[in-house]
Every structure is written in C-alpha cells, then in structure tokens.
C-alpha cells in the first residue's frame, strides 16, 4: 500500500503542555537591550556623573608625585681592601657590590630605615640596571616631595652599605674569632704533646736507669760467684796437687829407706866377710852416702817447689778473696755503668726544666701570628660596596599625574555601575510583571 506523504490529515498537531514556554521567550534582543538603556538613561547618566565627580574631588586631593634617582657602580678593590689587608677574609669587589644589591631589594631595608628614623609613608621604590655599563644599577624613589624624595635615596643606599658592611665585619670578626681560637688551641696542644714528651723521656730515662742498675748488680752477684766458684775449685785443685805431692813424697821416702836399709844390712854382711874389703866397702858407703846425700838434696828441692806453688795460691785466693769483699761491700754500681751520669743530667735537666716552649717547633711563628690578629681593630675598618657614579638629583616637576586617568577611570566605573543598576532594576520590574499576571 502506498504511503501518502505530507498528508496533514496523518499526523495531528502537537499541543504543547500547560505551563510551557519556549526559550525564545527569554532571549533578549539589541533592540530590547536599548529600549531597557534608553529608558533609564537618566539613572546611568546619574551614576556615571556621581562616580566621575567623586573621581575629580579625590584626583585633586592627591599630591604630586616627584622622583629621585641615583646611579652606582661596583667598588674598587681598594674600597674592600681592609678585609684582605687583615689576613682573614678575602672578599672581592664583586661580592660586596652583590650583598649590597641584595641588600637594596630586601623588603626589610625600606622599614627598618623607616624605623631607625621615625618616618611615615611607603614611598615607591625602583631598582633598576643599565645594561648599557656593565655593572650599573640606579635607585629611584617617587615621592610627594622633591627632597625628601632624594633623602629616601641617600639614606636607603647609606644604610644598605652600613648593613651590609656590618654583615662582613661581623663575619670578619667571627673569623678572626675562630682563627684565634684555632692557634690557642694548636699551642695548648702543642705544650701539652711536649710536656707528654718530655715526661715520657723521663719515664724512659728512669727505666733504663734501673734496668741497667738491676743488671750492673746482676753482673757484680755472677761475679762474685764465679770467684766463689772459682776459688772452691782451686782449693780442691790445691788440695788434691798437695796430697799427690804429698803421697809421691812419702813413697821416695819410703823407697829410699828401703834402700837404705838394705843397703846397711848388705853392707853388714859384707863387713862380716871380709876386713880387707872394708875399705872398698867404706870407699863404696861413701859412696852410696853421697848419693843419698845428693837425692836429699832433691827433696829439699821438691819442697821448695811446693812451697812456691802453694805461696802462688795463697795470693791468688787473698786476691780473690779481697775482690769478692769488695764486691759484696759496694754500695752503688753507679760509677760503672757506662753513660748513666748524661741519662742522670738529662733527667734533672727534663725535671728542673719550667717551660716546654724552646722546645716546640713553630710555636714562635704561631705566637707571633696570634698577637697580630688579636691587635687587628676591626671597628676601625673602612669598607664601601658601592661607588657612587652620581648622587640622587630630584625632578624639579612632578613625574607624572594621575588626575586625568583617574577622572576617566572613574567616569567609567560609572557607567559601568550606571548600566548595571539600570538592568538589574529591568529585572526586577519583570519579575514583578510575572508574579502579578500568575
């Protein structure tokens, strides 16, 4: 079956529902935007009239604006040259010209001078660089009047070098502080390392005294007993020399009377015999007579030779025995140890010694660097961080004025204020349309 179209007959009109409206109702045209300004065009230009009059009383009441501007440059290094002159701390001359440019934009500057000389008001403050001169910087303060406008800039840079020259003195002076307390304490240390020295060689000193006196009197106690032992042994080798000699002699004698006595009885039988060999026999015993007579005479002999030996002995046991009396009746060993007389003066000398001083190595150079920077006077130091390339110059007319952008300013405002009151009244006569035709 074929469809129809645009038949009106196939689809009913829509009836939109109680209570609704179309959101072309609420949109507001040009035209109804300047019929709504149009009709309340006495309310804005009240208001923008009001707003600009306010503006020109208040833009006459404001004073002129006048500005003060100084021009700096970095230091010398002989403006920070008393800091490095005192051997402490060396800071350049781009440094300081650093802190007092920070210094100068510190938000503390403006009140602590403002403090420190009972001032009123919060001037406009500038920092600015001339890119042009390399290391340039100008100061600028806009203010109500000429000159005190140029005696905020002089007294702003001034203390700004006193801050910060107090900052690096106070650093300076900590330094000194610590340098001084460095040495007093390397020369505290020092004397007390030499007196630890000098106490430990005199400790040593001590010790090896009684070592070698322990060992003097060890060596005197093994002498007299080698001579002890010694003496023992040459008595017992005496005595034992003597009873050999003694046994060897009484066996000659013995022999010798056996021989003698068979000699005499020989001859008695040879006597018997026969008288005509008597003289023979006699001529014989003379014989044998001198012959013994001769081996007394070695007897005698051997006795002396004993006598010798013995008397050889005796004065080596009274030698012996002198020494070991004399040994055993020494009172010190002092005498003979060798070098104890310069360890007893080194001794005294360490102990009567009353200063350790002479005797630290560079302890003089460290003394005499103390009394230097202990007379360093660092209150007097003078130090500048800037150099004043021209001095604060004040403009003879105000700067600028602000009353014409003020009036305008405000006469906008306004408007402004004049077309919104004249809309939002609009708004509110339409809701009270709506509400009383509901």
Same mark, same amino acid.
């Given at each position: 079956?074929?469809?129809?179209?645009?038949?009106?007959?196939?689809?009913?009109?829509?009836?939109?529902? /109680?209570?609704? !409206?179309?959101?072309?109702?609420?949109?507001?045209?040009?035209?109804?935007?300047?019929?709504?300004?149009?009709?309340?065009?006495?309310?804005?230009?009240?208001?923008?009239?009001?707003?600009?009059?306010?503006?020109?009383?208040?833009?006459?009441?404001? /004073?002129?604006?006048?500005?003060?501007?100084? !021009?700096?440059?970095?230091?010398?290094?002989?403006?920070?040259?008393?800091?490095?002159?005192?051997?402490?701390?060396?800071?350049?001359?781009?440094?300081?010209?650093?802190?007092?440019?920070?210094?100068?934009?510190?938000?503390?500057?403006?009140?602590?001078?403002?403090?420190?000389?009972?001032?009123?008001?919060?001037?406009?403050?500038?920092?600015?660089?001339?890119?042009?001169?390399?290391?340039?910087?100008?100061?600028?303060?806009?203010?109500?009047?000429?000159?005190?406008?140029?005696?905020?800039?002089? #007294?702003?840079?001034?203390?700004?070098?006193?801050?910060?020259?107090?900052?690096?003195?106070?650093?300076?002076?900590?330094?000194?502080?610590?340098?001084?307390?460095?040495?007093?304490?390397?020369? @505290?240390?020092?004397?007390?390392?030499?007196?630890?020295?000098?106490?430990?060689?005199?400790?040593?000193?001590?010790?090896?005294?009684?070592?070698?006196?322990?060992?003097?009197?060890?060596?005197?106690?093994?002498?007299?007993?080698?001579?002890?032992?010694?003496?023992? @042994?040459?008595?017992?080798?005496?005595?034992?020399?003597?009873?050999?000699?003694?046994?060897?002699?009484?066996?000659?004698? @013995?022999?010798?009377?056996?021989?003698?006595?068979?000699?005499?009885?020989?001859?008695?039988?040879?006597?018997?015999?026969?008288?005509?060999?008597?003289?023979?026999?006699?001529?014989?015993?003379?014989?044998?007579?001198?012959?013994?007579?001769? &081996? !007394?005479?070695?007897?005698?002999?051997?006795?002396?030779?004993?006598?010798?030996?013995?008397?050889?002995? &005796?004065?080596?046991?009274?030698?012996?025995?002198?020494?070991?009396?004399?040994?055993?009746?020494?009172?010190?060993?002092?005498?003979?140890?060798?070098?104890?007389?310069?360890?007893?003066?080194?001794?005294?000398?360490?102990?009567?010694?009353?200063?350790?001083? /002479?005797?630290?190595?560079?302890?003089?150079?460290?003394?005499?660097?103390?009394?230097?920077?202990?007379?360093?006077?660092? &209150?007097?130091?003078?130090?500048?961080?800037?150099?004043?390339?021209? /001095?604060?110059?004040?403009?003879?007319?105000?700067?600028?004025?602000?009353?014409?952008?003020?009036?305008?300013?405000? #006469?906008?405002?306004?408007?402004?204020? #004049?077309?919104?009151?004249?809309?939002?009244?609009?708004?509110?006569?339409?809701?009270?349309?709506?509400?009383?035709?509901?």
């Amino acid at each position: 079956m074929a469809m129809t179209p645009n038949n009106p007959n196939t689809h009913p009109p829509q009836v939109p529902p /109680p209570g609704y !409206y179309s959101p072309a109702e609420d949109e507001i045209s040009l035209i109804e935007l300047w019929n709504v300004l149009a009709g309340r065009w006495r309310l804005i230009a009240a208001t923008t009239l009001l707003a600009t009059l306010i503006a020109i009383v208040y833009a006459l009441t404001i /004073p002129p604006l006048y500005k003060a501007t100084a !021009y700096f440059l970095p230091p010398s290094e002989q403006d920070v040259a008393p800091i490095g002159d005192a051997g402490v701390q060396d800071v350049s001359a781009d440094e300081a010209y650093s802190l007092f440019k920070q210094m100068l934009s510190s938000k503390s500057l403006l009140d602590h001078y403002k403090s420190e000389h009972s001032l009123e008001g919060n001037p406009s403050l500038i920092i600015n660089s001339d890119n042009k001169i390399p290391g340039s910087l100008n100061l600028s303060i806009e203010w109500h009047d000429p000159d005190e406008a140029a005696g905020w800039v002089d #007294g702003l840079s001034e203390m700004a070098n006193k801050l910060v020259v107090e900052q690096l003195l106070s650093n300076l002076d900590n330094n000194l502080h610590h340098q001084i307390e460095s040495i007093e304490n390397t020369i @505290s240390s020092e004397r007390k390392r030499a007196q630890k020295k000098r106490e430990d060689r005199i400790e040593t000193i001590e010790s090896t005294i009684s070592s070698e006196r322990k060992r003097a009197q060890k060596k005197r106690e093994d002498r007299i007993e080698t001579i002890e032992s010694t003496i023992s @042994s040459e008595r017992k080798r005496a005595q034992k020399k003597r009873e050999d000699r003694i046994e060897t002699i009484e066996s000659t004698i @013995s022999s010798k009377r056996n021989l003698a006595q068979k000699q005499r009885e020989d001859r008695i039988v040879v006597i018997g015999e026969s008288l005509e060999i008597v003289n023979a026999q006699i001529e014989n015993t003379i014989s044998l007579l001198q012959k013994f007579s001769q &081996s !007394y005479a070695n007897h005698e002999s051997t006795q002396q030779e004993i006598l010798k030996t013995h008397l050889k002995l &005796s004065n080596e046991s009274t030698a012996l025995q002198t020494e070991k009396v004399m040994l055993q009746n020494r009172s010190s060993d002092d005498r003979f140890i060798s070098g104890l007389d310069d360890l007893e003066d080194e001794k005294v000398t360490l102990l009567n010694r009353t200063s350790d001083d /002479p005797f630290i190595p560079g302890l003089s150079q460290l003394e005499k660097e103390l009394v230097r920077l202990k007379s360093i006077n660092i &209150s007097n130091t003078s130090i500048n961080t800037y150099t004043l390339d021209q /001095p604060a110059l004040s403009s003879s007319y105000p700067i600028k004025s602000n009353r014409r952008r003020i009036i305008t300013l405000g #006469g906008i405002i306004g408007l402004m204020g #004049g077309v919104f009151l004249a809309f939002l009244l609009n708004f509110i006569q339409n809701q009270k349309n709506r509400s009383e035709e509901g």
